[in-house]
Each structure stands twice: as structure tokens, then as C-alpha cells.
T-cell receptor, first 114, second 111 residues
């Protein structure tokens, strides 16, 4: 499975934007870029995903580099409830034998200060 | 609540005992995954079911581990002869086309 590299930790202040980077230089042409987050004492939660184009949803935005070797998860206004571990995951196309399983790294621990 | 549920939420057992965990996925999801998460690490894939068929097992799933999904609905994960190294959070997830929905997990402590 292609690997991702994320900073171990980041800090932000409440109400400010947060940009969480992810490097995935070995991404293949059919890999989707997924972001999940895990709040304390909970299971992971889907945030957003994309293939080539930038994506927006109610939780966040995903900016994907033109060469797809990196991406950035953008939280437009951080709240205390956004404090979590954020995982950047490459998910192979569901065809074939990957069966859509997720390969998690260690993620980025986001701390949000009031 | 129509999310993924897991039971029990916590289990403390003595080394050598058998334990069984249950996962109830979101009802219309035919794809179900089990993951294991140890402290400070991301979840690791254990096994995958499509309906009642177990289609993939990680090499992490030793012969002491067995998972079933009878009738393609709920799933069980059994660990026989537990070891201290089995202490972890066991997570279940079910899936739509693009999203995996995770349950709250079962935290196992082997003493």
C-alpha cells in the first residue's frame, strides 16, 4: 500500500483556519485520498475524500496538488470539538483485492487552544 | 441510533480465557471490517466480510482469532487463549461506497 507522511502534531487557536498537510509521493493513479479523524475515546470518523480535484463538504475542504503527491485538509474555523487525530489515507480503487480496507498511519494530533 | 454498535464496550479478562465481541453494522451495509488499535497507533486492518463471506484476513489475525458473520448481518470476533499482547481497542466498521462508519470499539484488557 502506498504510504502517507503527516506531521506528528499541530496546534491551532479556536476560530482560526487549520491546514493539515499530507505527503503521498508514491500515490498511484487510481488511489483515492481519504481523511478520517478520531476524537478521544471514539472510533474514526470520515471527513472527506478526493481523487484529483479539490473537494468541499460541510466539515472541511481538501486541496490536492496538481501532481497528486501531496494534499492538505483545511478546517476553515477550528473549534474545540475539532481536537482529534487526523489520518490521511490512500485508498485503492475498490476494484481488485483491496476491498476498500483502510491503512492508517499514526496521523496528526491536532490541539485547538481556546 | 442507526450507527454501528459494538458490544461490550469494555472487557477485562485473564490471560488464557476466551472472549467474544459483537458488531452490529448499519443495516443496509453489506461490507464489514474489523480493525485493532493499540495505544498511540492508528487502527490496523484485521479482516473483511462482504455479506457472510470472509474475503480477506490480515496476517495479524493469528489462529487464535476467528471472525464470523452469519447471514450477513451482525459479526462476531472471538479470541481464544488471550494473551497480554491482545490488549487493544477492537473496532468494527461498515461501509458505503466511499465512507467507512466505525463503531465505538471494544476495549480489551488482558491481565
Amino acid at each position: 500500500d502506498a504510504k502517507t507522511t503527516q506531521p506528528n502534531s499541530m496546534e491551532s487557536n479556536e476560530e482560526e483556519p487549520v491546514h493539515l498537510p499530507c505527503n503521498h509521493s508514491t500515490i498511484s493513479g487510481t488511489d483515492y485520498i481519504h481523511w478520517y479523524r478520531q476524537l478521544p475515546s471514539q472510533g474514526p470518523e470520515y471527513v472527506i475524500h478526493g481523487l484529483t480535484s479539490n473537494v468541499n463538504n460541510r466539515m472541511a475542504s481538501l486541496a490536492i496538488a496538481e501532481d497528486r503527491k501531496s494534499s492538505t485538509l483545511i478546517l476553515h474555523r477550528a473549534t474545540l470539538r475539532d481536537a482529534a487525530v487526523y489520518y490521511c489515507i490512500l485508498r485503492p480503487n475498490a476494484g481488485g483485492t483491496s476491498y476498500g480496507k483502510l491503512t492508517f498511519g499514526q496521523g496528526t494530533i491536532l490541539t485547538v487552544h481556546p | 441510533d442507526t450507527g454501528v454498535s459494538q458490544d461490550p464496550r469494555h472487557k477485562i479478562t485473564k490471560r488464557g480465557q476466551n472472549v467474544t465481541f459483537r458488531c452490529d453494522p448499519i443495516s443496509e451495509h453489506n461490507r464489514l471490517y474489523w480493525y485493532r488499535q493499540t495505544l498511540g497507533q492508528g487502527p490496523e486492518f484485521l479482516t473483511y466480510f462482504q455479506n457472510e463471506a470472509q474475503l480477506e484476513k490480515s496476517r495479524l489475525l493469528s489462529d487464535r482469532f476467528s471472525a464470523e458473520r452469519p447471514k450477513g448481518s451482525f459479526s462476531t470476533l472471538e479470541i481464544q487463549r488471550t494473551e497480554q499482547g491482545d490488549s487493544a481497542m477492537y473496532l468494527c466498521a461498515s461501509r458505503t461506497e466511499n465512507e467507512q462508519y466505525f463503531g465505538p470499539g471494544t476495549r480489551l484488557t488482558v491481565t
